[in-house]
């Protein structure tokens, strides 16, 4: 991964957060908590693929190894999988006759079971000297290091494209790095840039705060 330039890794974007992220301290998981080294992940994606099934997540993130993420997505684009007739509407008979081809090989398993081709995996590789973690910060990461998405929605108007609002949705996943020495909190640090740790070790009742302010709108 080019973790300088975000935009320079294949649809992925890559954040460095710094030393800024909140989570439990392997070495005393009852009260103690440090600062990580972090990365904040981000790849756009259709939400009509999590309203297609609600009990599948179908964007999903874990360790695969300690320098790599393995990132699970659905392999198709929803409309020109799910959208057939508007697609029909715009198209020449030659072209749709194109993806209905496609379509019944897809759906009858001529070029592999449909369950295997619904899924595209991704490994994001960060430099070999990393050593890449959610379970810190996400108490349910469970021994494949899986990481916890978020779902984040921004919504616009662009008067270029009518007046109808816009909403654009990005799943983000956040990975601490343990291969750097992580900073104890103490009493006058403030954790208002890491809200979303914060908040979350608060529900599990690993950090007691007053207050603070979420800038994310996220749906997850």
Same mark, same amino acid.
């Given at each position: 991964?080019? &973790?300088?330039? !975000?935009?320079?890794?294949?649809?992925?974007? $890559?954040?460095? &957060?710094?030393?800024?992220?909140?989570?439990?301290?392997?070495?005393? !998981?009852? %009260?103690?908590? &440090?600062?990580?080294?972090? +990365?904040?992940?981000?790849?756009?994606?259709?939400?009509?693929?999590?309203?297609?099934? &609600?009990?599948?997540?179908?964007?999903?993130?874990? #360790?695969? /190894?300690?320098?790599?993420?393995?990132?699970?997505? !659905?392999?198709?684009?929803?409309?020109?999988? *799910?959208?057939?007739?508007?697609?029909?509407?715009?198209?020449?008979?030659?072209?749709?006759?194109? $993806?209905?081809?496609?379509?019944? @090989?897809? @759906?009858?398993?001529?070029?592999?079971?449909?369950?295997? *081709? %619904?899924? /595209?995996?991704?490994?994001?590789?960060?430099?070999?000297?990393?050593?890449? %973690?959610?379970?810190?910060? +996400?108490?349910?990461?469970?021994?494949?290091?899986?990481?916890?998405?978020?779902?984040?929605?921004?919504?616009?108007?662009?008067? *270029?494209?009518?007046?109808?609002?816009?909403?654009?949705?990005?799943?983000?996943?956040? #990975? #601490?790095?343990?291969? @750097? @020495?992580? *900073?104890?909190?103490? %009493?006058?640090?403030?954790?208002?840039? =890491?809200?979303?740790?914060?908040?979350?070790?608060?529900?599990?009742?690993?950090?007691?705060?007053?207050?603070?302010?979420?800038?994310? =709108?996220?749906?997850?």
């Amino acid at each position: 991964m080019d &973790l300088k330039r !975000p935009e320079n890794n294949g649809g992925f974007f $890559i954040f460095d &957060l710094g030393q800024t992220v909140l989570g439990e301290d392997p070495d005393d !998981p009852q %009260k103690g908590l &440090l600062f990580y080294y972090a +990365y904040d992940i981000y790849v756009p994606v259709d939400i009509r693929h999590v309203l297609d099934d &609600l009990n599948t997540m179908p964007f999903k993130a874990r #360790v695969r /190894a300690d320098n790599e993420i393995l990132v699970t997505l !659905p392999a198709w684009d929803w409309n020109l999988l *799910r959208n057939r007739d508007a697609l029909a509407a715009k198209l020449k008979d030659h072209e749709i006759g194109g $993806i209905d081809d496609a379509h019944y @090989k897809y @759906k009858t398993g001529e070029y592999g079971e449909m369950e295997t *081709r %619904k899924w /595209a995996n991704h490994v994001l590789q960060f430099p070999k000297d990393h050593v890449l %973690k959610s379970s810190p910060i +996400y108490k349910d990461a469970g021994p494949d290091e899986v990481l916890e998405i978020k779902l984040v929605d921004i919504e616009y108007k662009d008067s *270029r494209l009518g007046s109808a609002a816009i909403t654009d949705y990005y799943a983000k996943w956040t #990975v #601490v790095c343990v291969h @750097k @020495k992580s *900073r104890k909190k103490g %009493k006058s640090d403030t954790v208002a840039e =890491m809200s979303d740790a914060a908040k979350h070790l608060q529900k599990i009742g690993k950090l007691n705060l007053g207050g603070g302010s979420n800038n994310d =709108m996220n749906t997850g």
